[in-house]
């Protein structure tokens, strides 16, 4: 019997290959200046394109939201000519490929920003270490910066950059865009009550909370199709200093989220279970809650394995698995789990280190 999760899937208008997607992964290759990808960024993309859907690591949508090295961005011409290269490569493999965009909000430092303070809901820092170059180009870890609490037009101008951010993907080629509202960015910084400390219309209770991300999204899918938008979360997680909350107004936010994005009609929800990096678990009856708000394809992340993913499609329990850490040491995924193959041990060293090893040596099955 083939693999549950070998079994096609129709996203928005798509008809995916298969269940197994690309989790988005930064690996901090692109070129500098001017933060773009490369041919070693469009081989890597190339290399793992029989995943049903690649969603490629977190990218930048204007210089604003800048927060780490080497990661690439889609605000200008030069970075949608160079992007064209990835998703043509893809789709010469018969792939499917969604952008996600992200602003770093307070997860940044005034070096990446001309000096000014990263964007925030609120001036609360982050107890965390972003990378910068020194002098001698040496990339060292200083805190955080402190952030500023945007003004109402930063709230307009961050907008209208993740909207030119997703015309911008579509122009390069994309299949589509995932709105990154997880792991302590910006766009998660304005849903957590202790770090969106606001009293204006995006602050305070849950809908004001969630107004930057729906109104983001909402435009995006208006624009460019619904069926071409999806989002990320990842409830209760603890990355980059997100500072808990009550596990009831965890959950009242985010199912108000799911059935408000369900409205939207938007092509998929992605959640990521953090406990896979040893954060804080999800409650085991928190994602079948969030299906039954959200009834569009359901995707989910965080330690699974072939056999706890196939598991999970079996039961309904989600639509498709996006496998993150595999796909790093093995390109051809799908057809290791056709083939009942082993995985191949991934390098954690080099991760981030730039560079083709570690990145785009981690070869295919022989034929
Ligand atoms: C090297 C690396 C980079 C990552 N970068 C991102 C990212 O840019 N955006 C994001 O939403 N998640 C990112 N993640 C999280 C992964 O998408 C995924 O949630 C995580 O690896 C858990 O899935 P896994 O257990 O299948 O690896 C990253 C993870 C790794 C290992």
């Known amino acids: 019997m083939e693999n549950k999760l070998l079994q096609p899937l129709k996203l928005g208008n798509y008809t995916l290959k298969n269940r197994v997607f690309m989790a988005p992964m930064t690996r ?19 290399q793992r394109a029989s995943a049903g859907l690649i969603i490629t690591e977190a990218t930048h949508v204007s210089p604003s939201g800048v927060g780490y090295i080497g990661v690439p961005g889609i605000w200008n011409t030069d970075q949608v000519e160079a992007w064209k290269k990835v998703t043509a490569g893809v789709h010469a493999q018969g792939g499917r490929i969604f952008m996600q965009i992200f602003h770093a909000g307070r997860m940044s430092h005034p070096y990446f920003l001309q000096g000014a303070a990263p964007f925030a809901p609120s001036a609360v820092a982050a107890n965390w ?18 952030p500023k609490a945007m003004l109402s037009e930063d709230i307009e101008q961050v907008k209208a950059d993740f909207l030119r951010a997703a015309d911008h993907a579509f122009l390069a080629g994309f299949d589509g865009v995932e709105v990154h509202g997880a792991n302590g960015y910006l766009l998660e910084q304005f849903l957590n009550p202790h770090l969106n400390l606001r009293e204006d219309a995006y602050g305070g209770s849950i809908q004001n909370r969630s107004r930057l991300l729906l109104e983001i999204t909402q435009a995006i899918a208006e624009k460019h199709g619904k069926g071409k938008v999806g989002v990320r979360f990842s409830p209760f997680g603890k990355l980059h200093d ?5 596990e009831a107004l965890v959950r009242d936010t985010y199912y108000y989220l799911a059935q ?3 409205e939207l009609d938007i092509a998929y929800l992605h959640l990521f279970n953090q406990g896979a990096f040893g954060t804080a678990e999800v409650p085991v009856d928190f994602f079948p809650a969030m299906r039954a708000k959200f009834r569009n394809t ?17 039961a309904q329990a989600a639509d498709a698995i996006a496998f993150g850490r595999y796909f790093i040491s093995n390109p051809d995924l799908p057809a290791r789990i056709a083939q009942g193959k082993d995985l191949a041990e991934l390098d954690t060293a080099t991760f981030y280190t730039g560079g083709a090893r570690g990145y785009i040596d981690y070869p295919a099955l022989s034929r």
Do not use: C
Request: negative net charge; proline residues 5%; glycine residues 10%.
């Open 129 to 146: 270490t972003v990378g910068i170059l020194d002098y001698h180009e040496n990339l060292i870890q200083v805190p955080a910066g402190t």
């Open 28 to 46: 901090n290759r692109a070129t500098r200046p001017g933060d773009l990808p490369n041919e070693t960024i469009a081989t890597y993309y190339q």
């Open 260 to 262: 408000a994005l369900q």
């Open 242 to 246: 997100q500072v808990a909350y009550s």
């Open 298 to 314: 359901l995707i989910i992340n965080g330690g699974y394995s072939i056999s706890t993913g196939e598991a999970a499609i079996e």
